[in-house]
């Protein structure tokens, strides 16, 4: 019987022991472990490193194993890791010690070790580490840190409390705005903040969604309440959860006091702007009124109507009524500047024909031109639209830069004005071939009151104002006044405005005194038609004004009849019925507002022609003028025509 072969059996695997089997476990634990595990001898010589910290530091295990640890500690950190490892050596045990390795890649990784001492049999020989990596942490405690500093150097206060208003962090400034000790804000409540506990109630419950912020009232440690800019919002988890409240408190004690003070100065401010105001318009009436004496005499001598003069007196009271003329334009300038800058200059547009604005103002000047025997040009373009602004203005700002430059022009030379549009824009230049101005000065010409040639002996007169209110006027009608220029070169003014100005303004204004705007009105005693005979009510407190209308109505024909003041009118007029009243406004005891209110009350006087003569030449002095129930105005000093012009529309009719 044949046999059949059986492989013979293997060996069988021997059993392991118990303590294979432990060390088996210990090390696959070791290498799967995400920290450092490491062995020293007692030299300090890696004896092992596990796969994890071979990684880390990017090494193998030849390179390490044999090799000091300090190969791979930071140098900043050799003395201290000497000095724990030593310690590790007599205590037995090193806890969460911190130091730094240096990777061979160069990096730094933070690293907290704990250890102990191994022993074998017995016998000490060496030590074995566990090593975290703390980088990351580390990273977020400097961040910490950082913010912790940075509230800390806030000068607000930021505290953050629980949803019931337990403090858990308080700031440096905290201690400062408030003066609580730091104990009263690690143990106290956000109630401490406020002078009653609902406020804080209140202050909790708006810390919810996006949070609120506004002005409450807090109060310090000593009782004293202050205003603050609080803001709180919630601390929320990942989730969205509310863990705790964030408030942050802002003093603004001082912004309020400055907030206090800059209200009393603008008090102070609006005063002074409404004393500024009367004292212009006082102003106004006191210089006019000696005008109006001056002017008018002048007048009535230089065109010799009460006896003839000879050749010296005549060129004498000339030269009088002339610097008269000239001493007015500079009070009227003064005064426009003063109403600018006031804001008390308005404008009033209507629609403007340019070609006929420059003929006209070219006009005004011929005489001063033709003294000088200077040719004029006019170059306006064909075809300008329509120029919506004030005309009045319009015409003072042409007239004074017209007027610079004859007077800065040499005789027999040339000076010119030209319009031209660019856009929906009007371009007015005036140029002349005069002295030219130095380009290192031309910065003073748009300063009140500046000239270039300051000097006693300077050979132009003048208040230096022109080109300012030129340049003001421009832009109050949304332009402005450009130069060029060179010494010796001439000089080109250009006004650039808008064609419609209305939209750079919405006030309406007054137009200035016509002495002034229309400049060259005659003040001739023109012949009026046949009269009849009539009384006009002469209502006027100053005895030269009142003596210089009185002859020119009575050269005219008129009947007058003076009083110096509103009681003496009301009396005379309870008995007669005049022509007409020419009232002055400032009269002493009553005013002439007043008086003409009265007047209205009489029976058959309420339509009693009534005119206003006074040096108050506002808008709103007109306005009430006409509210208290006066027909017309007249500003002193008083031109002759504008007279006539009252006395024709309001007693003419009658002695017709």
Known sequence: MSSIDHPAAPYPDPVPSVSQVSDSLVRAYVEAASDIVYTLDLNGNFTFVNSYGLALVGAEAHEIIGQPYLKIVDPEYHALTLKAFGNLLQTGELRDYEFVVLTQRGDRVFMEVNGRLLYQDDQLVGALGIARDITERKRFEAQLKMFSKALDSAHDSAVITDLNGQLRYANLATQRIFGCPLEQLQQGSVDIFFPAPDQAFWILERATGEGWSGQVVCQRQNGQSFPALVSVSPVCEEDGTPTAVSIIFRDISQQEQIKAELASKNLELERASRLKSEFLANMSHELRTPMTSILGFSSLLEQQIYGNLNERQHLY????????????????????????????????????????????????????????????????????????????????????????????????????????????????????????????????????????????????????????????????????????????????????LPLDCRATQTKDASPPPASVTTAHQSDALLPLPDQGTGPVLLVEDHPVNAMLLEHMLTYWGYETIHVANGQSALDWLEDHRPMMVLMDVHLPGMDGLEVTRRIRKYPGLQDLPIVATTALARQRDRDRCLQAGMQDYLSKPINSAELVSVLAKYTWQERG
């Open 317 to 496: 009271i000339t030269q009088i009524h002339q610097s008269g003329e000239h001493l007015l334009t500079l009070i009227n300038e003064v005064l426009d500047l003063s109403k600018i800058e006031a804001g008390q200059m308005d404008l009033h547009p209507t629609t403007i024909s340019v070609e006929m604005l420059c003929q006209d103002v070219l006009t005004m000047v011929g005489a001063q031109a033709a003294a000088k025997r200077l040719i004029i040009h006019q170059t306006v373009q064909a075809g300008l639209p329509a120029l919506i602004a004030d005309e009045v203005r319009m015409r003072q700002m042409l007239l004074n830069l017209l007027s610079n430059a004859i007077k800065f022009s040499k005789t027999e030379g040339e000076v010119g004005l030209e319009a031209r549009q660019v856009g929906d824009r009007l371009i007015l230049t005036v140029w002349d071939q005069g002295v030219g101005i130095p380009i290192e000065k031309q910065n003073l010409l748009f300063q009140p009151f500046q000239q270039l040639d300051s000097s006693l002996s300077r050979q132009y007169e003048g208040t230096g104002l022109g080109l300012v209110l030129t340049q003001r006027l421009a832009r109050l009608h949304g332009g402005e006044v450009s130069l060029i220029s060179a010494t010796g070169q001439g000089a080109r003014f250009s006004i650039d």
